[in-house]
T-cell receptor, first 108, second 114 residues
Framework: SQQGEEDPQALSIQEGENATMNCSYK?????LQWYRQNSGRGLVHLIL?????REKHSGRLRVTLDTSKKSSSLLITASRAADTASYFC????????FGAGTRLTVKP | GAVVSQHPSRVICKSGTSVKIECRSL??????MFWYRQFPKKSLMLMAT?????????EQGVEKDKFLINHASLTLSTLTVTSAHPEDSSFYIC??????????FGPGTRLTVL
């Protein structure tokens, strides 16, 4: 069964704008990870944030985690057309459960 | 990170036949691998956890006799879809979990059952 729920389900922005995606989950976690998936392809790991961390950066990505609210956000700054993809959050205890994903479209 | 391959990348088969999908961890010895399926425009659903040298653990609602998993070595897990039906058509993805607790995914196998 799924664990996380992403919101929005779909997001369309112009190149150069920032994109924010949110994820909520239900149970306690060891860590939360964000992945991207281009259509019909495998998943690419973006970033892992542990349950005792609140914020993490990687290049143009910024991830926050609020364990009290059981939520996380992924911010992509200065978006590019190549960022167009589906983004999933996944929570990890012994296994990994995925949210429904956000389909991001960045228009050139 | 770990490099994971899957074979085949695409397979088309007739209804009633069996199809085997291989998942290989190329640079990491994986005691645990995971199998997911994904329907178009949907998220990944965990099917089973594959444990090296022991039986797989299946998620509720996944038929273990239909989706046979064998994890015979630390670098190879196979998923066999037996007596395939059109509703089994999906994108099947495996993953490996490293000691850093990060999962790395294979490129996926697209199964089409006619």
């Amino acid at each position: 069964s799924q664990q996380g729920e992403e919101d929005p389900q779909a997001l369309s922005i112009q190149e150069g704008e920032n994109a924010t995606m949110n994820c909520s989950y239900k149970t306690s976690i060891n860590n939360l990870q964000w992945y991207r998936q281009n259509s019909g392809r495998g998943l690419v790991h973006l970033i892992l944030i542990r349950s005792n961390e609140r914020e993490k950066h990687s290049g143009r990505l910024r991830v926050t985690l609020d364990t009290s609210k059981k939520s996380s956000s992924l911010l992509i700054t200065a978006s590019r057309a190549a960022d167009t993809a589906s983004y999933f959050c996944a929570t990890s205890n012994n296994d990994m459960r995925f949210g429904a994903g956000t389909r991001l479209t960045v228009k050139p | 990170g770990a490099v994971v391959s899957q074979h085949p990348s695409r397979v088309i088969c007739k209804s009633g036949t069996s199809v085997k999908i291989e998942c290989r961890s190329l640079d990491f010895q994986a005691t645990t691998m995971f199998w997911y399926r994904q329907f178009p425009k949907k998220s990944l659903m965990l099917m089973a956890t594959s444990n090296e040298g022991s039986k797989a653990t299946y998620e509720q609602g996944v038929e273990k006799d239909k989706f046979l998993i064998n994890h015979a070595s630390l670098t190879l897990s196979t998923l066999t879809v037996t007596s395939a039906h059109p509703e089994d058509s999906s994108f099947y993805i495996c993953s490996v979990r490293t000691r850093a607790d990060t999962q790395y995914f294979g490129p996926g196998t697209r199964l089409t059952v006619l």
